[in-house]
């Protein structure tokens, strides 16, 4: 998410000193800000220059602490000097959502909601005399009546709402951004949470909720909101009633429809791949397990098995086809889904920067691996770089890396079946990832090197020259 900017360190602490020739300094103007773009990365003036620019005159008292990031200093400006707009340009702040490096990002849109608060607040409200910075905390206070304002942060929640296999996803009215997303809505004065997610599902689609679980927040200081994240059940009826207001449509999502995007800013989209990427079982375990086998047992043995009875497996159930073989997957758990999401976003971003060519997907997808009807797998992770291979709903052929989380119940197919079958298949690079032992054994098929790290290091893919890393410590 925009937040997420480790291992760079964010300090709010409000120390207004003086800038030093490092400190960075945000000039905003409206929903604008002065910057420029160096190999795709964006840069901002710097104290040093602006003190160039004003012929040597200590400009310091005119600029705003703000924060610090990494020790360094951020500062808000007022007045932009001449000669600077001939290096810098102006650029909507829609950029902290599409460009990097994503600390800076998250300091530039941090810096704009401090700006918008410093711009609104400017006289009392109460007496209209000028309000003065506070020394001690980030406050401003009237000399007059004593009156104090502090920060706007206005709370608000996001609400996935699932009903079993199902999520709702909503599109909203007359805005700018037309991806599907969770409900969301402000807290009103008065009310808890919990009431502000019955309240909004029910304004905004009709629908009783239950089982309200706290997800995760965020600072979005593109609407001075702080998000709340929340998962709830549907409770009863699930009759969607439109608020053609607020929505422009709202319906459910299997979990397998769930349009999968790969974006790392917004809490909406990470709740939505979480709940994509996790499995539920609807049935208790020995119903599910008798049913399945009654499904397949056609007088077959091992080794006899075909796509045909793969496909003719309940949808539900998880399962491999290895060399005429049908293998059960177990569900995965929620620490084999935080750690996949986790390594998959990583890899993604490496890839992203890299190379246009090659695509990741993650579990579940199937892959036709050896291009015939006796083997189909579904690796955790996936890259494929052959875009020829992606065919409607499975990848035809050798994916160039693979990546498999162990559980107890796959150990032995992951680290010996599997393993011989990607390196027969052309699979490039295989990393097969231990969260018990905190492990991670990479097989580089085209070196013919394994390495083992531990979750302490950063692990680079060999096949992309090292662009592409995860570092397991997160
Ligand atoms: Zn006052």
Not at 93 to 111: D, H, M, N, S, V
Not at 345 to 364: H, T
Request: proline fraction near 4%; charged fraction near 30%; aromatic fraction near 12%.
């Amino acid at each position: 998410m925009i937040q997420d900017i480790a291992p760079h360190q964010f300090k709010n602490e409000y120390m207004p000193v003086l800038p030093v020739n490092e400190s960075t300094m945000f000039f905003y103007d409206g929903r604008r800000v002065l910057v420029k773009k160096e190999n795709g990365n964006l840069v901002f003036p710097v104290y040093e220059e602006l003190k160039g620019s004003l012929g040597g005159k200590n400009p310091g008292k005119e600029y705003t602490y703000l924060f610090t990031i990494d020790g360094r200093s951020f500062y808000l400006g007022e007045d932009v000097p001449e000669d600077f707009l001939l290096d810098y340009g102006w650029e909507d702040i829609r950029i902290f959502r599409e460009t990097g490096p994503k600390y800076l990002c998250f300091a530039g849109i941090t810096g704009w909601q401090l700006y918008r608060w410093y711009d609104t607040h400017k006289l009392c409200g109460r007496c209209g005399s000028r309000l003065k910075k506070d020394e001690k905390e980030r406050m401003l206070y009237c000399p007059e009546c004593k009156h104090m304002e502090y920060p706007k942060i206005c709370p608000a929640v996001i609400v996935a709402v699932t009903d079993g296999n199902r999520l709702l996803l909503s599109k909203y009215a007359g805005r700018e951004y037309k991806k599907y997303a969770l409900l969301a809505g402000f807290a009103e004065i008065g009310e808890t949470l919990e009431d502000t997610v019955r309240r909004e599902v029910m304004e905004e689609v009709g629908l009783k909720v239950k089982n309200i679980t706290y997800y995760k927040s965020q600072p979005w200081s593109f609407t001075d909101t702080l998000l709340v994240g929340f998962f709830c059940e549907l409770d009863g009826d699930d009759t969607v009633t439109l608020d053609e207001n607020e929505l422009a449509l709202a319906r459910w999502f299997e979990r397998e429809e769930i349009p999968a995007e790969y974006e790392d800013v917004s809490l909406t989209n990470e709740m939505m791949m979480v709940f994509k990427t996790s499995r539920e079982k609807k049935q208790p375990q020995a119903l599910y397990v008798k049913e399945a086998q009654t499904e397949y047992q056609t007088g077959k043995r091992d080794g006899e098995y075909t796509l045909e009875d793969y496909y003719a497996l309940p949808d539900d159930r998880r399962a491999e086809l290895i060399d005429g073989v049908i293998y059960d997957m177990a569900s995965p758990t929620s620490i084999h889904q935080a750690l996949l999401w986790q390594i998959f976003k990583q890899l993604s971003e490496g890839i992203e920067k890299k190379n246009g060519q090659c695509m990741p997907f993650f579990a579940p997808l199937d892959v036709q691996l050896d291009c015939d009807d006796k083997t189909m797998l579904q690796p955790d992770i996936l890259i494929v770089c052959d875009r020829e291979k992606i065919r409607k709903g499975k990848i035809y052929g050798a994916p160039d890396f693979v990546l498999e989380i162990l559980s107890d119940s796959t150990r032995k197919r992951d680290m010996v079946i599997k393993l011989a079958k990607y390196a027969a298949a052309g699979v490039r690079e295989y990393w097969i990832v231990d969260p018990d032992k905190n492990k991670v054994i990479v097989h580089d098929f085209e070196k013919g090197n394994v390495g083992i790290y531990g979750f302490e290091h950063v692990v680079k893919a060999e096949i992309f020259g090292g662009a592409c890393e995860v570092d397991f410590k997160k």
